[in-house]
């Protein structure tokens, strides 16, 4: 069942005024422009012990993404390939309202929409991720988990698991007649990955459409709308969030703001993952 | 080994599988006030896929601190019966109904006038029971209905339908193959009288073109079912019932 958030952050009433007089003149309270986006840092490889990892800021916004990999068999109909699971956290130590407990609705929006950009894209390739057809395959773990939350976590999620998915190399494989040996230890050139997808959010706040809320943008923030896109400028995945509702012409409008953010994200992605 | 190939979904004739063309969608059926212990209700049926929706309140909240100063809250759950699917569904919560739950609580949030019950609570059950493609529009539509039938004061009725690609093609109301097997399904609800948009989702790939074909294909759906729903609200209070 899903109830009406009762613990939403709150914004004081002078800032939110502060926030709608500053979007009128055209800037931001962090200084930013409307289509502005904040800057990114990636760490690759931040939890050793992982198959593939990666810490990634987006302004104060810090996620952790870690890829493990386990050997399981096929499901039945799809045995030429192998399994993808994302799965989000908001733990509790990233903000005061996030709350201990298995993920709770937001959390699960967040993988679903995450998992659905990756599969969606066929950036993430499942016929990679087998080791005998119809016998063995690897399913590729994503976990993702919000470590300090200042907004958009969604476009932080999806850079975390493209990044982590990159940093990830499949082990060494000897098969011998029927017997297969995993040697976990020795790695193979093979990443899980095709090529990068993004997620771009764009927030209506008033008559103001933005990219990239902060935090306090997104707590006034009346609707947002997620776009996920490839290299190519294909959309792959889309979700509209928040009890507002938007007009016809503010969709076209965020989309194409958030297409140009998304050759921004590209171009960042490209420095950190050698593409 | 099981494989299941990709069937075709637009046939030689240009028709789809079900015999629909591009644009046409399946037949639509409401049906208000059918439960007697509910506030309002409805039965919604689009080609095989029916939901029954069931609205409670405004009540009191409780526990009381839950409820907000300002507004009512709405306390939504969408459910897949376990008969309604060709394999028998647990009926336990799956991570996609908790999703949904919400997407269908956000997208009524935008019509329901919550700032005329301060402190209360508004109940909305949906029960799937048939899914054949398109439940989670169906199960707005029907809470929608159920929402009006209830009295409850709205800024718009909802109406949604969604659009996809098959075999290349933008088509209206995805049948259960093209749900299954098409390049993209994009779900799309409204506020029609205020073009407003209330639910988007999109999952598939589609060209920013192609996306905006569909937004406007959606929109033509939209308007006739918007139709049809005013319809069956005229109707309820149009007949006489034998009490």
Redesign the interface.
Known sequence: MSVTPSNQNIVPFVKKENILAALDRGVRIDGRKLNEYRKLSITLGYAKKAEGSALVKLGDTTVLAGVKLEEEEPFPDTPNQGNLVVNVELLPLAYETFEPGPPDENAIELARVVDRSLRDSKAVDLSKLVIIPGKKIWTAWVDVYVLNYDGNILDACTLASVAALYNTKLPKIEVEGENVRIIREEKTDIIPINYPVVTVTAAKIGNHIIVDPNIDEESIADVKLSISYTRDGRIVGMQKNFSGSLALQDVDMMENISRSAAQYLFEELKKYLNL | ????QKPRLILENGLRTDGRRPDEMRPIKIELGVLKNADGSAIFEMGNTKVLAAVYGPKEMHPR????PDR??????YHMTPFSTDERKNPAPS??E??L??????AL???VL?ELFPRTVIDVFMEVLQADAGTRLVSLMAASMALADAGIPLRDLIAGVAVGKADGIIVLDLNEPEDMWGE?D?PVAM?PS???????????????EE??KG?ELA?KGINIIYNLQKDALRKKYAEYKEE
């Open positions: 080994m099981m494989q299941v601190h839950l409820a907000l009512a809250s709405l306390r939504v759950r991570r996609r908790i999703e739950s919400k997407v269908i609580r956000e949030e935008s019509t919550t993209a994009m506020l205020l073009g407003q948009v209330a639910l988007l989702q999109l999952n598939g790939d589609m060209t920013p996306f905006r937004l929109q």
